[in-house]
Every structure is written in C-alpha cells, then in structure tokens.
C-alpha cells in the first residue's frame, strides 16, 4: 500500500473502476433536447478529469486544492481545462456544491450554461466506507446551480 513506486498501479486499477462509473452514471432523465454524456465533447473532457480526481484522492485522499495539481502523465492525458464551447476555464470548487435533488457534490463545472441552457459538470460522491470518492459526469441546470449551497444541509423536514 505505502510507497511512491505503485502510482502507475493504482493509475492501471483506476481504470475498470472508471469503467464501472461511467456505466453505472446515469444522467437525469431528458426532458428537453439535452445533450448526451458520451457524444458531448465538454462531458468527455470532464470525464476524462474524473480520472485525474480519483487518481489524485486515492494518492493523497483529498481532492487537489487546484486544478494546477492534476498531471498529464502516458496513461491518464490531462485535456484542457477549458470548456470547447465556450473556451472558458471551468470553474472548480474543491469543497463542493450541494445540488438539491443530487448526492455528492459537485467540485467542477461549466462557467457558462453553454449547451443547451445546461452546464457539465462532475459530482463527486464518497465510497460507502468513505475511503474513495466517486466522480460522476453530470448535466447541471441554472435552477440547480442558482440554490447550490456550500454548507451541509440541516436534516429536510418530511415537507418543504
Ligand atoms: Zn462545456
């Protein structure tokens, strides 16, 4: 387990648990004419940036304070960090937004609503025994984002 030497292995594993996520992840059912993870060049740019975060909290289990310490290496490329549509830096949020409605939080996005009126962005959900995280791609709105909190949200009453 300890040891600098493994960062290849555990970048190698990281690999059919990225597999497994982007399977597993399921974007919020359509209800307008969304774009699709998988055939939306910014969605493929964040999950390839997913890697990166799981590969860097698995190293030093927390998420990076900056963007500035993800490292391209031969196995995980890091892609530009900008937003193709726009060409603007995403905007990152190392401690999170709670989104209303989502699990996890959601530590990077889009700095503009640039497709369709949506934002991508990457939620990041803990592991159940909280020893690694689960980055997930996501379509996020402005209604979302606009009553996104930072602070953990007080137990909801059974009505809003
Ligand atoms: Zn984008």
Avoid at 73 to 84: A, G, N
Avoid at 98 to 103: E, I, N, S, V
Avoid at 126 to 141: K, L, Q, Y
């Amino acid at each position: 387990m300890a040891g600098g030497r493994n960062v290849p292995v555990a970048c190698l594993a990281a690999w059919p648990l990225i597999a497994v996520l982007a399977g597993g992840c399921r974007p919020p059912p359509p209800d307008t004419q969304r774009p699709k993870v998988g055939t939306d060049p910014c969605a493929e740019r964040l999950h390839d940036v997913c890697g990166h975060l799981l590969l860097y909290y698995q190293i030093h289990k927390r998420l990076p304070p900056t963007l500035k310490q993800l490292k391209s290496s031969d196995v995980l490329p890091l892609p530009p960090l900008v937003c193709p549509v726009s060409g603007k830096p995403y905007v990152y949020e190392p401690q999170g937004l709670l989104l209303r409605g989502q699990p996890g939080r959601l530590v990077l996005y889009d700095p503009e609503p640039s497709h369709s009126g949506i934002r991508w962005g990457i939620l990041v959900g803990t592991s159940a025994r909280g020893d690694s995280i689960i980055p997930c791609v996501i379509a996020v709105t402005e209604e979302q984002l606009a009553s996104a909190t930072t602070q953990p949200a007080p137990e909801p009453p059974d009505k809003q």
